[in-house]
């Protein structure tokens, strides 16, 4: 008798050693599963087309929302100090002045980080600033900005958006844009392009 008590007790303990492992088991797999699904729903998008949109909205953003006050002080400050018919020891000292060099270095801040080394020297040179350059007495606003990547080629993008120009006398008119850009770096535009369609510029 005591020896069957003796097997019972054996079997018994052996038992609930089995139940608490199959228990372990199952939480284990559960917590596995459910780091499994957690993994699944932080999945990152697409960070490269995210960067590349990022980066011609925040272009858009910044040429069409103004105009920038402090570009066109620096600019003011700046052709008072360039000099007329300079030699050329003259228009050298210019280009190293703290009036010439301020201003680049306020573009350069403002939108270099957008674009390759190439494209922002285009940009700065033909587009960065240009609806802020007249001294009239307006504020600029956009909205609606759309960017979609082309079918035709990864580095392809076009855009529309709309430009509120809002002079400091006379009526509020809204402005049609859209354009294309390049980007051929994660993040870096190497060429932009605006177009005017009801030419707000000649508004300006």
Do not use: H
Request: aromatic content about 12%; glycine content about 6%.
């Amino acid at each position: 008798m005591a020896d069957r008590l003796s097997r019972l007790g054996k079997f018994w303990l052996s038992g609930m050693m089995v139940l608490l492992l199959s228990v372990i088991a199952v939480g284990c797999s559960t917590e596995e599963t459910a780091g499994e699904v957690n993994m699944a729903e932080t999945v990152e998008p697409d960070d490269e087309v995210d960067m590349n949109e990022e980066a011609i909205r925040a272009v858009i953003e910044q040429e069409f929302n103004g105009p920038d006050e402090t570009y066109r002080n620096l600019w003011d400050v700046m052709a008072d100090k360039q000099p007329v018919d300079p030699s050329e020891e003259e228009y050298n000292a210019f280009l190293e002045s703290a009036e010439y060099t301020d201003l680049m270095d306020y573009m350069e801040e403002r939108y270099a980080v957008y674009f390759t080394e190439n494209g922002y020297d285009n940009f700065s040179r033909n587009g960065a600033f240009y609806y802020s350059f007249s001294d009239r007495d307006y504020q600029l606003s956009t909205s609606d900005i759309d960017i979609v990547q082309s079918n035709n080629g990864e580095t392809l993008y076009s855009f529309t958006f709309n430009v509120l120009y809002e002079p400091a006398n006379g009526e509020a008119n809204e402005y049609d844009f859209e354009g294309r850009a390049i980007v051929p770096e994660e993040g870096k535009i190497g060429k932009i392009e605006f177009v005017d369609q009801d030419q707000l510029i000649e508004d300006i």
